[in-house]
């Protein structure tokens, strides 16, 4: 049997690309000519590209930069951002006054030399009245009252004549008086028989109280008892005596007038005081002692000893003051202290104190005394801009020397502070340099 070798044979897609002296045009016409069928391609994924670590990092600008500016700045703070703030602690004088002053109606203005400051006048009335109760205790009897006939009888016919308040007595004892004259005409005499004359007259009894009510009665008249008119002349009531009671009331005494008049003076007092206050601004001081209430009128329209229960009474206040402005007396009291410190000083804001009081007042004149205790604290005057001029460019140590050789004991404590916290010394800027003056 005879065995058949075959050989693998090359078989070459158009040419190999080694043998094949084509150009690539050439294989281009070549392709067109043989028109292939339209094959549907399959878009195949897209493989991610593997980053390449042979490109050089995007970081390395950025650095650079970043680091460029940090750089700029620290210039720019190095440069532009030193500043010094030095602290001065003046030495502060306490400086006490006493002094007396006068304010004065007449005054235009604050007067330190004269030691006068102006004053202002102010005036109030004020009237009150009201009721007050009768404290008085009194006996309200009445007294009765009533007509008797008298008659005259006495022969020789004789008319009788008799004075007001003739007593007469009751047959029952009660004692009535006569309430005006009398004059009893003559009896009549015809032959024998005699008629009296008569006449009717008012009489009241003497004592108060239901007792003397009494029924007609007949009364003679005690005066002429053991005469030879006590039994010719007599009198005869026909109707009973009335008006008689007794029970109590009150009356007006002395003390209820004397209390009214005190309560309504001094409250018409208050009121014509706060009324005053009123007028007076805030500005002003007025001061208790500086103020003159006149009583220019007490009324009780009631006299003592009125049965009543109450009774009205009246008063009529005038108030008059003498006030001062605060920021007057406050000018003279800082100029005076300004007047007695050495040159140079200066007043410490918020030390300033001051007491007063009114040692005498003529408010009618217009003169108010007053008495003065005040006191400030004083220090040296610093020219904080001109002395920070001095300290540019120099060290904590030359800072201290300059400030001490300029201020020397006026001063008593100093801080100094750089900042940032490598600077060294005050800057060249004199605008970079702060001085500052601490009392506390």
């Known amino acids: 049997m005879t065995t058949t070798k075959f050989m693998a044979k090359k078989i070459y897609d158009i040419k190999p690309p080694k043998i094949s002296k084509k150009s690539e045009k050439e294989i281009k016409e070549f392709l067109v000519d043989a028109k292939p ?25 950025i650095a650079i930069s970043m680091l460029a500016v940090v750089l700029l700045i620290g210039v720019y703070l190095f440069f532009a951002l030193p500043k010094a703030e030095i602290t001065i602690w003046p030495k502060v004088d306490t400086l006490s006054f006493q002094q007396t002053i006068t304010a004065d109606k007449s005054a235009n203005g604050i007067d330190v030399t004269k030691e006068v400051i102006p004053a202002q006048y102010f005036e109030a009335s004020k009237t009150d009245s009201q009721d007050f109760p009768a404290t008085g205790n009194a006996d309200n009897t ?29 047959d029952s004892g009660k004692l009535f008086v006569s309430l005006q004259k009398i004059v009893i005409p003559a009896a009549k005499k015809v032959g024998g028989k005699i008629t009296a004359g008569a006449v009717s007259v008012k009489v009241q009894a003497v004592n108060g109280g239901t007792d003397y009510n009494i029924a007609p009665a007949n009364f003679s008249i005690p005066g002429l008892k053991g005469t030879s008119y006590y039994y010719s002349i007599y009198g005869v009531s026909t109707v009973a005596m009335a008006g008689g009671y007794t029970g109590k009331i009150k009356k007006v005494t002395d003390d209820d007038i004397q209390g009214a008049e005190d309560v309504l003076t001094k409250k018409a007092t208050d009121d014509a005081t706060a009324t005053l206050k009123n007028q007076v601004s805030s500005d002003y001081i007025l001061l208790d002692n500086a103020i003159l209430s006149n009583t220019t009128n007490t009324t009780a329209k009631v006299k003592s000893g009125t049965v009543a229960d109450t009774f009205n009474a009246s008063a009529t206040v005038k108030v008059s003051g003498l006030a001062f402005k605060k920021s007057d007396l406050d000018s003279f009291a800082k100029s005076y ?39 400030s604290g004083a ?27 300029q201020e020397g004991s006026a001063v008593t404590k100093i801080k100094i502070n750089f900042w940032p916290f490598w600077v060294t010394s005050a800057p060249n800027n004199q605008s970079k340099v702060k001085v500052e003056l601490k009392f506390q």
């Not at 918020?350 to 205790?373: C, E, M, P, Q, R």
Request: hydrophobic content about 30%; cysteine-free.
């Open 37 to 61: 069928k339209k094959v549907r391609t399959v878009e195949q994924p897209k493989r991610e590209r593997k980053p390449d670590n042979k490109k050089k990092s995007a970081w390395g600008p």
């Open 142 to 170: 009445g007294m009765a009252t009533g007509t008797i006939t008298i008659y005259n009888k006495f022969d020789p016919p004789t008319s009788m004549s008799f004075k007001a308040g003739t007593h007469f007595m009751s």
């Open 337 to 375: 202290i300004t007047s007695q410190s050495a040159q140079g000083k200066s007043l410490l804001d918020g030390s300033y104190k001051i007491s007063y009081s009114a040692t005498s007042a003529d408010v009618s004149g217009g003169k108010l005394i007053l008495s003065l205790n005040f006191s």
């Open 379 to 405: 220090y040296q005057n610093i020219d904080t801009n001109s002395l920070a001029l001095s300290l540019v460019g120099k060290n904590t140590s030359q800072i201290n020397q300059t400030i001490q050789s």
